[in-house]
């Protein structure tokens, strides 16, 4: 089974501060996109950041970036600079089997406090 | 084009009537899904559109579920004798064809809550 495993439900960081986000996923697809959404209060889901399977280097969009370890099957969140609108859930996932089957996480509910 | 949009935005309605909602997703986009997510949970895979061809279904479809894409553009998501089990937040979300065109654009969400 293609699994997702978020172990933190519940963070939170001082504005400016860094906090990581864990995911961890069980897959035995070799070709797969990993992704971070973020689901601010009430609005909708949004893409923060993806990560293509193939390629070791980790992505980065601005203020976050990822820790991709394939080996480890594993695909953390860092939030650097945190602020205030960063407070959401975030939902690990990722894509499998030719971009049919997205798999996401229980997420983690991260708050930013002033 | 404004995103994807979901209508209506919330349904209260009683056990055992039948709701249906509906998803407009990106216009190019070809590929559309439905998702269902409860209190404090991640999305949960339903069902997933090619065009008009619905090509997967959850088994959390149950068959008081169904989807349609006519003509491959919107999408209605119809759920029969609703039970107090069905209330959720149905997000609806859509992509481009391809594997490396996989980014997922979601909708803000239909919720149901059935009493």
């Known amino acids: 089974a293609q699994t997702v495993t978020q172990s933190q439900p519940e963070m939170s960081v001082q504005e400016a501060e860094t906090v990581t986000l864990s995911c961890t996923y069980d897959t035995s697809e070799n070709n797969y996109y990993l992704f971070w959404y973020k689901q601010p209060p009430s609005r909708q889901m949004i893409l923060v950041i993806r990560?293509?399977?193939?390629?070791?280097q980790n992505a980065t969009e601005n203020r976050f970036s990822v820790n991709f370890q394939k080996a480890a099957k594993s695909f953390s969140l860092k939030i650097s600079d945190s602020q205030l609108g960063d407070t959401a859930m975030y939902f690990c996932a990722f894509i499998y089997n030719y971009g049919q089957n997205f798999v996401f996480g229980p997420g983690t509910r991260l708050s930013v406090l002033p | 084009d404004t995103g994807v949009s979901q209508n209506p935005r919330h349904k209260i309605t009683k056990r055992g009537q039948n709701v249906t909602f509906r998803c407009d997703p990106i216009?190019?986009?070809?590929?559309l899904y439905w998702y269902r997510q409860t209190l404090g949970q991640g999305p949960e895979f339903l069902t997933y559109?090619?065009?008009?061809?619905?090509?997967?279904k959850s088994r959390l479809l149950s068959d008081r579920f169904s989807a349609e894409r006519p003509k491959g553009s919107f999408s209605t998501l119809e759920i029969q004798r609703t039970e107090q089990g069905d209330s959720a937040m149905y997000l609806c979300?859509?992509?481009?064809?391809?594997?490396?065109?996989?980014?997922?654009?979601f909708g803000a969400g239909s919720r149901l809550t059935v009493l």
């Open positions: 990560q293509e399977a193939y390629k070791q």
């Open positions: 979300a859509s992509s481009l064809d391809g594997f490396g065109a996989n980014v997922l654009t």
């Open positions: 559109f090619q065009n008009e061809a619905q090509l997967e």
């Open positions: 216009s190019e986009h070809n590929r």
